[in-house]
């Protein structure tokens, strides 16, 4: 998931906060996930103040009750030290829920598309990837052996504006 809409500006970009639309689209983003049945029991989150409180939006209204593991490298790294991070997720993990940033979050749910997925899904995917997007996947194996075309699209959420 990339994180929800947040001021332009802040005394660091890592500073910054999310506006009232971002917050709505937080709360939607966890509502659509208890909808589907895709409740995270693990998080994987960077570090900055737009993406906690992103997260915290969505367990509330979700009804996650997980504490989330914030990762500095989610927030300075690219796609390779997101992957990496994903692949460190506990084996009894069944639903993980990864909040970051552009271009990063598009780039890795491209990566890990293996192209088989619900059509209506990728179709949206492929459309773009603003704030508060979310793409569910399948994963079949263990979070260790995640990698390139390894997860199967099978939802996707984005706000409608």
């Known amino acids: 998931m990339r994180h929800a809409k947040a001021e332009p500006f802040a005394s660091t ?3 910054r906060v999310l506006i009232e639309r971002g917050r709505t689209d937080a709360a939607d983003a966890g509502s659509y996930l208890a909808g589907i049945a895709a409740v995270p029991d693990h998080a994987v989150v960077s570090t900055s ?7 915290t939006l969505i367990a509330e209204a979700a009804g996650a ?3 989330a593991t914030f990762d500095d490298a989610v927030y300075h790294g690219g796609t390779d030290e997101a992957l990496e991070s994903l692949r460190a997720v506990p084996d009894d993990a069944t639903t993980v ?3 970051g940033h552009n271009p ?9 598309d293996d192209g088989k997925g619900d059509p209506d899904a990728v179709s949206g995917m492929l459309r773009g990837f603003p704030t ?10 263990s979070w260790a052996d995640l990698g390139v075309e390894s997860a199967r699209v099978t939802a996707f959420h984005a706000p409608s504006r």
């Open 104 to 112: 990063t979050a598009s780039n890795l749910v491209h990566l890990l």
């Open 65 to 67: 009750d997980v504490e």
């Open 97 to 99: 829920i990864f909040v």
């Open 13 to 15: 970009d890592h500073a």
């Open 132 to 141: 508060s997007a979310l793409v569910v996947f399948d994963v079949s194996g």
């Open 49 to 55: 103040a737009r993406t906690r409180e992103t997260w």
